[in-house]
C-alpha cells in the first residue's frame, strides 16, 4: 500500500472545506489577480472580462485543491481542525467568534487598501439590488409582465447622481444624503470609536418620542445611524474601516458564527441587533471577501399579530420570517444614467 492511499485511509473522515475555511484563500488569490499589492475595489471585479473570470474560476479550483489538501496535512500532524458540527466553521482569517474577531479583521483588510479619488460631481452612482421579500419582488413582476414602467428606485437597477442636489425628498427624512454627502461625512469620521459613534447619532438624529414614534436606546441609536451611512457607495475604504471597529463597540450587536444566505443566494457575513422588547432583529450584511456592504434583513424572533385594516387583512409573524430582505450585487462609479460597470 502506498503513502498516499495510507494517508486518505487515516483521514477519511476529514471534513470537507467550506467556505468560510477557503474565504481567505480566495482573498488572497483575487488580491493577486487584481495586482497593485493586493489593492481591488468592487468596481474593478465587476469590470472583468468573461475571459479573465474564467481564468479566475480555474485558478480558484486550484487553491480549492491545495487549500484542502493543506487542511488534512494539518489535521494529521495534530492541530486540532475546526468542528463541523458546530455553529461556526471558521479557519485562516475569518473570524466569526465575536463582532470584534470579524469587524476588526474587515477594518484590518479596508485599512490596507488604497484609498480611490472622489468621484466628480457629474458622475452617477449604479447600483443593483435583489429584494427577496416575495411580495415587493412579485409586484415588481407583474408590473413588467404588464407593460408597465417600474417606478424609480422598485426595479433592480438605480441610478442617482453622485452630487443629487435636485432629488427632491421628504424634509422629515433626516436619514437622508446625498451620494457625496455621505462620502464627505465618511470622510470626516474621527478615529475614535466613542467618538465616531456619537458623530453619527448626531448626523443622523433619533425621535423625539412624538406621535407614537417610539424612542431609540442610544445603542439602537447607533447601530441604525451605522447602517444607514454603510448603504450609501461609495465610502472610503478607510473610513469604512473605521466604522467597522466602532461597530464592533455597539452593545447588543453579535455576529452569526456561520455564514447565512442572502437574496442573492450568495453566503455573507450577518452582524445582528435585536433592541430589547422588539420582535424583530436587523441584519446588517458584509461581503466575506472585500468586506462591502452585502444588504440587510429584518427576520422576526418572536411571534406576534398585526393589527388589520379594510386595505390589508391581520397576519400572524412567526419566528424566521423575513420581512426585509435586501441583497446589493453590484455597486459602481458611472460617467452616464443607464451606464453599467
Request: no cysteine.
Amino acid at each position: 500500500m502506498d503513502e498516499m492511499t495510507q494517508l486518505r485511509e487515516l483521514r477519511a473522515d476529514a471534513p470537507v472545506p467550506d467556505r468560510a475555511a477557503l474565504a481567505p484563500g480566495r482573498e488572497r488569490l483575487t488580491d493577486a489577480i487584481a495586482g497593485n499589492g493586493g489593492r481591488r475595489t468592487l468596481a474593478l471585479r465587476l469590470r472583468l472580462t468573461p475571459m479573465l473570470r474564467d481564468w479566475r474560476v480555474a485558478s480558484l479550483g486550484a487553491v480549492v485543491a491545495v487549500t484542502a489538501a493543506a487542511l488534512v496535512l494539518t489535521q494529521v500532524v495534530g492541530v486540532q481542525a475546526p468542528d463541523p458540527t458546530s455553529p461556526a466553521t471558521v479557519a485562516g482569517d475569518l473570524d466569526l467568534t465575536s463582532p470584534a474577531a470579524a469587524l476588526n479583521r474587515a477594518a484590518d483588510y479596508l485599512e490596507r487598501q488604497e484609498v480611490p479619488p472622489e468621484p466628480r460631481s457629474g458622475q452617477w452612482i449604479y447600483t443593483r439590488e435583489v429584494d427577496g421579500a416575495s411580495g415587493n419582488a412579485e409586484a415588481v413582476k407583474e408590473l413588467q409582465e404588464a407593460g408597465v414602467e417600474v417606478p424609480p428606485g422598485f426595479g433592480p437597477d438605480r441610478w442617482v447622481p453622485y452630487d443629487d442636489k435636485a432629488t427632491g425628498h421628504d424634509a422629515s427624512d433626516t436619514d437622508f444624503r446625498t451620494a457625496r454627502e455621505s462620502y464627505r461625512i465618511a470622510a470626516a469620521l474621527p478615529k475614535d470609536p466613542e467618538a465616531l459613534l456619537a458623530k453619527l447619532r448626531v448626523t443622523f438624529p433619533t425621535g423625539d418620542g412624538a406621535d407614537g414614534e417610539k424612542e431609540e436606546s442610544e445603542d439602537a441609536h447607533s447601530f441604525r445611524a451605522v447602517s444607514v451611512l454603510l448603504r450609501s457607495y461609495p465610502i472610503p475604504p478607510d473610513a469604512m474601516a473605521r466604522i467597522y471597529r466602532a461597530l464592533a463597540t455597539v452593545r447588543g450587536v453579535k455576529v452569526t458564527h456561520h455564514l447565512v444566505e442572502d437574496a442573492a443566494g450568495r453566503e455573507v457575513i450577518a452582524v445582528v441587533r435585536q433592541e430589547h422588547m422588539e420582535f424583530t432583529r436587523t441584519d446588517l450584511l458584509i461581503d466575506p471577501v472585500d468586506y462591502s456592504y452585502a444588504g440587510t434583513r429584518e427576520v422576526v424572533t418572536e411571534p406576534y399579530g398585526t393589527v388589520g385594516s379594510d386595505e390589508e387583512p391581520a397576519e400572524q409573524r412567526e419566528p424566521g420570517d423575513v420581512l426585509i430582505d435586501i441583497a446589493r450585487t453590484h455597486a459602481a462609479v458611472v460617467d452616464a444614467k443607464g451606464e453599467k460597470p
